[in-house]
Structures are given as structure tokens and as C-alpha cells.
């Protein structure tokens, strides 16, 4: 089946305009994440919506990102004012509900490719 | 605040076998996580524990110890395909990972 599809690939914009980066999860999957990654570090963790609210938005740097998935399944990344320091690849991820930890399983986080963002 | 400790680098022969430790510091602890990640390539789940003890994968194992904050990842019969990164993360909630920096793996023939 279809796995977690973002897009674009990749985004190259100039310092100061805005950007949209999209989320496809998973088909039924109601909780998904956005991640981002800098060369050589791990995923940091931005924000976990549950359905089409935003359950968990304390990784978010800064009030210039904002995210939505009005409709509970594609998600938006929106980052306005871009910066040199948001070059990064920024990761979604979806699972098949939220919580890391159901019943004593793991509710596993199927990750997209990725969206490699260059801000000029 | 959440803090993790990895190895940034293992180098291991085709065959073998190889462990990679982590150790973390966090307010809140549901589980600690593997996931692989291939250069250029979007993070795949490799094991989870919640629990002390070592689940078995495969190939992979994972032990957890809550008490010593220590946890490691265990490749067995290593093959050229399992060079890639290796990230340990702890869920210090239920809704969030917490990732390390990374380990990378390379396997020599």
C-alpha cells in the first residue's frame, strides 16, 4: 500500500518568503507528525496532530511555523518570513493513532521522504 | 528536557556483530525506540521497548535497563545493506519522539 508521500521533494526559496510544504499520510492513520532534520542530527520533533486538531504543538521554534490538517488526513507546513537557519529536511509522519504506548504496543511512526528546504 | 548519548560512529565487519548503547536523560518515559536511516532516506522503525529486557527482531534486538537510563541496539549477522545511520528516541510523552544524533553504521566487507 501507499506510504507517507510529501511534497515537494524539494524547495529552494529566498530568505524572507513563504513556503508550504505538504503531507500525505497514510490512509486511516489519525495521528501525524512533523519532524525536521539537520545535516548529521537526528529528527526534531515540531508538532502531532490528533485527527484535525493540533495536540501537540511544543516543538515549534518559533511563531513563524504553523501547521494544519483541516480535514484529518493532508497536513500543511507553513513557514512564513523564511531564514538561513530553516534550511533543513523536514520530515512528516503518521501513525495509526496517537500515544506512543497503547495497550503495551507501539503505536509505530511511518515516516515520508521529505521535503529538502534551502532558504537562500 | 530530554538529552540522548550515542556513538556517532561504528565501523563493524560484514558477518559480525555489533551494538550500539545509548543512554538518555528525560522527564517522562513511555519507551525507547530504534529506527535505521539510509542516506537520503526517510527514518524506518527498527525496534521499541517499554519494558526491561530485549526484544528480538530478526537479525535486531533491543535491550532496555529503565533503571541505569541505558538501552542498546543489537545487529547480528551484519550485512553491507545494514550501513546506515541508527537512531535511538525516547517517548517522553505518549505523542512525541525524542531523537538522538545518530549512529552511523559501516559494514566492511
Known amino acids: 500500500g501507499a506510504g507517507v508521500s510529501q511534497t515537494p521533494s524539494n524547495k529552494v526559496t529566498e530568505k524572507g518568503k513563504y513556503v508550504e510544504l505538504r503531507c500525505d499520510p497514510i490512509?486511516?492513520?489519525?495521528?501525524l507528525y512533523w519532524y525536521r532534520q539537520s545535516l548529521g542530527q537526528g529528527p526534531e520533533f515540531l508538532i502531532y496532530f490528533q485527527g484535525t486538531g493540533a495536540a501537540d504543538d511544543s516543538g515549534l521554534p518559533n511563531d513563524r511555523f504553523f501547521a494544519v490538517r483541516p480535514e484529518g488526513s493532508v497536513s500543511t507546513l507553513k513557514i512564513q518570513r523564511t531564514e538561513r537557519g530553516d534550511s533543513a529536511v523536514y520530515l512528516c509522519a503518521s501513525s495509526l493513532r496517537g500515544g506512543g504506548r497503547i495497550e503495551g504496543s507501539y503505536n509505530e511512526q511511518f515516516f515520508g521522504p521529505g521535503t529538502r528546504l534551502t532558504v537562500l | 528536557g530530554q538529552s540522548l548519548e550515542q556513538p556517532s560512529e561504528v565501523t563493524a565487519v560484514e558477518g559480525a556483530i555489533v551494538q550500539i548503547n545509548c543512554t538518555y536523560q528525560?522527564?517522562?518515559?513511555?519507551?525507547l525506540s530504534w529506527y535505521q536511516q539510509h542516506d537520503g532516506g526517510a527514518p524506518t522503525f527498527l525496534s521499541y521497548n517499554a519494558l526491561d529486557g530485549l526484544e528480538e527482531t530478526g537479525r535486531f534486538s533491543s535491550f532496555l535497563s529503565r533503571s541505569d537510563s541505558y538501552g542498546y541496539l543489537l545487529l547480528q549477522e551484519l550485512q553491507m545493506k545494514d550501513s546506515a545511520s541508527y537512531f535511538c528516541a525516547v517517548s517522553p510523552g505518549a505523542n512525541n519522539l525524542f531523537f538522538g544524533t545518530g549512529t552511523r553504521l559501516t559494514v566492511i566487507p
Open positions: 490512509s486511516g492513520h489519525t495521528a
Open positions: 528525560t522527564s517522562g518515559f513511555y519507551g
